[in-house]
């Protein structure tokens, strides 16, 4: 059998080659999005053994027009063909191949005989770009024409394919220089080429399986989160898909790294019934045993104050090792029950959390994240207050999926947990203010992630600061009123503030603001402490309940 079956051409039904595609399965071709741009049917034939057999498009990149990511499309044919499949070669074995040898690639240009042209080319990684493509170099007289789009670029040597030709810089009708889409970059866009590829993790049924177990399953915020507690690096890459975020960590780290990963994803899956049939099957006694898991975990109080009837909605929360735990249902009540409200709620729902490390977080509108909640109850009946935990407030704002506020404050918080320490930026209690200059200052400076007041922070402060996304603040509730700013109780409790969080990760800031507010409590009462009358706004967006209905609608 010829080891060249199959290459391909696709083009209208009508007639007409428009460029390449190659089979990747006995039913199934690889081409360019723009080369069936417009067609949901095509035609496709292997030269000099089928010709003009129909097929349907049945996969799509994102690409919509030239210099988009994403130029890759699948082709379905009617019935499946006789034909050996192209040999994928293996994504880590491309990196080390490619820029040692040559490659052949092949296509369709206009000529009279309407015959398939061939040419030799030069890639590596290294000449990649927007780690999307990477560079094609011609070899001798050879040159790239319209036509040679879905082109495989395959080993000479071997006939494995590493990647696919996507565009050329034409002058004129010829190029010596063009683009081409790894493997990996074909895998992101279309996620079913993993079941094809010669992987060396799991077996080819387990990722095949897993594959079908992730499809439609989102990357989020809760994703990364475990993501990075895992691997123990920031997350520096945008996964399209949970699946793109498990390939990660199979193909970068130890095997008990993926198990660990694959626990926590579990937690997500809509059915994680049959995600524990499959570890049982394929994990073994890799998997670790069922049971209580640790985790970061909260009460998260969320207050909806509505514009008639001074009623606010309630809604009491848990989250629990990075997903939505047990919660109550949303209370309409009148402000003045709101606290008792809040009380019931945390008191009832904190038996899911005793015997954690575990804080209570406010999510409340602006005018109220000054208000004192640590001095509210956890249990009403004993007494107990809420400062006996970590307390926390955040902006009610951001928990809204379609927030620009959230979305700022999810580039910030990333930038912060990679820097991994707080580095906060003071504001004395002197400092002029005008709210325009101060969201100038912040809009100006990226890097301000942290912010520490001297002093109970004005209005226009506030607004600015979670209109740019600050995710962490922090100010004692007592303004500073001195006449003289020289050496005043603000400039004292702001340098013991930015002292005590300086070089602390975000993760650590609750527990550090519940480390103040205790030895606040046997300071001298005549003495400034920054523990005393204690807010700290720590607003992680990737804890994120899912919303009642009735906030939504």
């Known amino acids: 059998m010829d080891d060249w079956q199959w290459r391909a051409w696709v083009g209208r039904p009508a007639g007409g080659r428009h460029g390449a595609a190659f089979l990747v399965t006995d039913t199934r071709l690889l081409t360019c999005a723009h080369t069936v741009h417009g067609m949901d049917e095509v035609h496709v034939g292997f030269p000099g053994l089928l010709e003009d057999l129909p097929a349907t498009v049945v996969h799509r990149g994102d690409w919509r027009r030239a210099g988009d990511t994403g130029d890759v499309a699948v082709l379905e044919l009617d019935e499946p063909v006789p034909l ?47 780690r999307e493509w990477w560079e094609l170099r011609t070899k001798g007289s050879d040159a790239l024409e319209e036509g040679y789009s879905g082109s495989p670029v395959y080993d000479t040597a071997t006939g494995e394919v590493i990647g696919m030709v996507t565009n050329a810089e034409l002058y004129g009708d010829r190029a010596d220089l063009g683009w081409m889409l790894p493997l990996d970059s074909i895998r992101r866009h279309w996620e079913e080429l993993d079941d094809l590829l ?23 915020d809760p994703l990364a989160a475990d993501l990075r507690r895992v691997t123990g690096r920031p997350v520096l890459e945008e996964f399209r898909s949970a699946w793109g975020s498990v390939r990660y960590v199979a193909e970068g780290w130890p095997e008990e790294r993926l198990v660990r990963y694959l626990m926590a994803v579990a937690q997500h899956l809509p059915e994680p019934g049959r995600f524990a049939a499959w570890s049982a099957r394929h994990l073994g006694g890799a998997a670790p045993a069922a049971g209580p898991r640790t985790g970061p975990a909260s009460v998260i109080v969320r207050l909806e104050p509505l514009t008639f009837d001074k009623a606010v909605d309630v809604t009491v929360h848990t989250w629990i090792d990075g997903a939505a735990g047990p919660s109550r249902p949303t209370e309409r009540v009148p402000e003045k029950r709101v606290k008792a409200t809040v009380e019931a709620g945390v008191a009832e729902l904190a038996a899911a959390l005793v015997g954690r490390e575990w804080m209570i977080e406010f999510a409340v509108p602006e005018g109220w994240l000054g208000k004192p909640f640590e001095q509210w109850y956890v249990d009403p009946r004993k007494k107990i207050l809420m400062r006996q935990y970590p307390v926390v407030v955040r902006d009610v704002e951001r928990l809204r999926p379609g927030s620009i ?6 580039h910030r918080w990333r930038l912060l947990a990679e820097r991994g320490r707080s580095d906060p930026r003071p504001i004395a209690c002197d400092t002029p203010r005008t709210g325009k200059a101060f969201q100038h200052l912040l809009e100006a400076h990226v890097e301000f992630c942290v912010l520490v007041y001297g002093s ?21 509730r007592t303004p500073c009123d001195a006449p003289s700013h020289k050496d005043c109780r603000g400039h004292r409790v702001l340098d013991e503030l930015t002292a005590a969080i300086g070089d602390k990760h975000p993760d650590e800031l609750p527990q550090v603001a519940l480390a103040l507010r205790k030895k606040a409590l046997i300071a001298p009462e005549n003495e400034p402490h920054c523990g005393r009358d204690l807010t700290l706004l720590w607003d992680d967006p990737s804890r994120l309940p899912d919303p009642p209905l009735a906030m939504e609608v």
């Open 198 to 220: 010669p992987l060396r993790w799991l077996t080819a049924e387990a990722r095949r399986e897993l594959r079908g177990l992730l499809a439609g399953v989102r990357f989020t």
């Open 84 to 130: 050996a499949p192209a040999r994928l070669a293996a994504p880590e074995d491309v990196h080390v191949t490619a820029g040692d040898g040559e490659f052949g690639i092949w296509g369709f240009p206009r000529r009279s005989d309407g015959g398939e042209r061939h040419a030799t080319v030069t890639t590596s990684p290294r000449w990649g770009r927007e």
């Open 405 to 410: 506020r959230r979305d700022q404050a999810h």
């Open 456 to 476: 109970r922070p004005v209005k226009s402060w506030l607004t600015a600061a979670l209109n740019n996304g600050i995710p962490v603040m922090l100010w004692t």
